[in-house]
């Protein structure tokens, strides 16, 4: 089986920093793009930052120049830092795998992954 699992969420005032790691665990063979959603009480799931393969980027325009997302593919983990944090960025963030390729039963498999989510909250 593979999981994501997030950490890094917390509280912190308006203009501090959190950074948010997801670690995809299992028989992992490669991982396609990756990326972090967010979803506020009453709100629909967005997409806030994601990452190709191949290292390339993209953003909302909210958090574009304040967060950063990256990847280590050695340690199957993504990352997204965030700073100049605002109040309307609260909400659970959710790590996302669009395609994961792992061995099951001596057969390579593929499926996308979520994480549980991880709570961030910003104070004003």
């Known amino acids: 089986q593979v999981q994501l699992v997030e950490s890094g969420g917390g509280l912190v005032q308006t203009g501090g920093s959190l950074r948010l790691s997801c670690v995809a665990s299992?028989?992992?063979?490669?991982?396609?793009?990756m990326g972090w959603y967010r979803q506020a009480p009453g709100k629909q799931r967005e997409l806030v930052a994601s990452?190709?393969?191949?290292?390339?980027?993209n953003y909302v325009d909210s958090v574009r120049g304040r967060f950063t997302i990256s990847r280590d593919d050695a340690k199957n983990t993504i990352y997204l830092q965030m700073n100049n944090l605002k109040p309307e960025d609260t909400a659970v963030y959710y790590c996302?795998?669009?395609?994961?390729?792992?061995?099951?039963?001596?057969?390579?498999?593929?499926?996308?992954?979520w994480g549980q989510g991880t709570q961030v909250t910003v104070s004003s």
């Open positions: 996302n795998a669009d395609r994961v390729r792992y061995y099951s039963n001596g057969v390579i498999r593929s499926g996308p992954r």
């Open positions: 990452i190709t393969s191949s290292g390339s980027t």
């Open positions: 299992g028989s992992i063979f490669s991982i396609d793009g």
